[in-house]
């Protein structure tokens, strides 16, 4: 049998979060605007069958496929958001669920630390990141979910609410986290933003 995890719609790839997921994508890299879908489930291996079904169906492109032991996670897009959807729906027929049944997201942190000195930021700059790089003086934005995949819809809606800078975007493993800066006003608003799309995630 297989669970669904996460199940997330997103109708329009923000341009910045577009551009984070190509430097980790190893499939057909998405561009802004795409329409995309991340689906999570247990056990991993069943992804690939998934994958098979959604690619054969319909014009979605697969832009990244993570198969762990516990987890498997896809993520397709395409221009076209029927495509998106139609993989969807063919997808949760073949796993005879409904979105609906894909797992609650938790907050397992969220934080706001503001202007944050020049030692700590030239920290976080040098860790593993593939986003922006974060400056002194800024104020930051962490965010923890479980499932992991949720928070790139978090993301993405932070990003259209805000001109702010994404600096990480972890979505597989057991817990996804987003990391963004900006001024303070800024990632106020995109925190509220991010928190209210973790609180009423997207679906079909």
Same mark, same amino acid.
């Given at each position: 049998?297989?669970?669904?995890?996460?199940?997330?719609?997103?109708?329009?790839?923000?341009?910045?979060?577009?551009?984070?997921?190509?430097?980790?994508?190893?499939?057909?890299?998405?561009?802004?605007?795409?329409?995309?879908?991340?689906?999570?489930?247990?056990?991993?291996?069943?992804?690939?069958?998934?994958?098979?079904?959604?690619?054969?169906?319909?014009?979605?492109?697969?832009?990244?496929?993570?198969?762990?032991? =516990?987890?498997?996670?896809?993520? *397709?897009?395409?221009? $076209?958001?029927?495509? @998106?959807?139609?993989? &969807? !729906? +063919?997808? /949760?027929?073949?796993?005879?669920?409904?979105?609906?049944?894909?797992?609650?997201?938790?907050?397992?942190?969220?934080?706001?630390?503001?202007?944050?000195?020049?030692?700590?930021?030239?920290?976080?700059?040098?860790?593993?990141?593939?986003?922006?790089?974060?400056?002194?003086?800024?104020?930051?934005?962490?965010?923890?979910?479980?499932?992991?995949?949720?928070?790139?819809?978090?993301?993405?809606? =932070?990003?259209?609410?805000?001109? *702010?800078?994404?600096? $990480?975007?972890?979505? @597989?493993?057991?817990? &996804? !986290? +987003?990391? /963004?800066?900006?001024?303070?006003?800024?990632?106020?608003?995109?925190?509220?933003?991010?928190?209210?799309?973790?609180?009423?995630?997207?679906?079909?």
């Amino acid at each position: 049998m297989i669970s669904l995890r996460t199940y997330v719609y997103i109708d329009s790839l923000q341009p910045q979060l577009a551009e984070y997921m190509a430097t980790v994508s190893q499939g057909f890299l998405p561009i802004p605007g795409d329409a995309c879908l991340w689906i999570e489930v247990e056990p991993g291996m069943a992804v690939h069958r998934l994958t098979d079904i959604a690619l054969k169906a319909t014009r979605v492109h697969l832009a990244q496929q993570v198969v762990e032991r =516990a987890y498997g996670s896809m993520v *397709i897009h395409q221009r $076209d958001q029927s495509d @998106v959807r139609e993989a &969807g !729906r +063919l997808l /949760l027929n073949r796993m005879n669920a409904t979105q609906d049944d894909r797992q609650s997201c938790r907050i397992a942190w969220k934080e706001i630390i503001r202007g944050m000195t020049p030692d700590h930021t030239v920290l976080i700059n040098r860790q593993d990141r593939r986003g922006s790089m974060i400056l002194p003086g800024q104020s930051m934005f962490i965010l923890e979910t479980e499932p992991a995949g949720y928070i790139v819809y978090a993301a993405n809606q =932070a990003e259209k609410a805000a001109n *702010i800078t994404l600096i $990480d975007v972890r979505a @597989v493993g057991a817990y &996804g !986290r +987003l990391t /963004l800066a900006g001024r303070e006003g800024d990632v106020d608003e995109a925190a509220a933003a991010a928190i209210a799309a973790i609180e009423n995630p997207s679906g079909t």
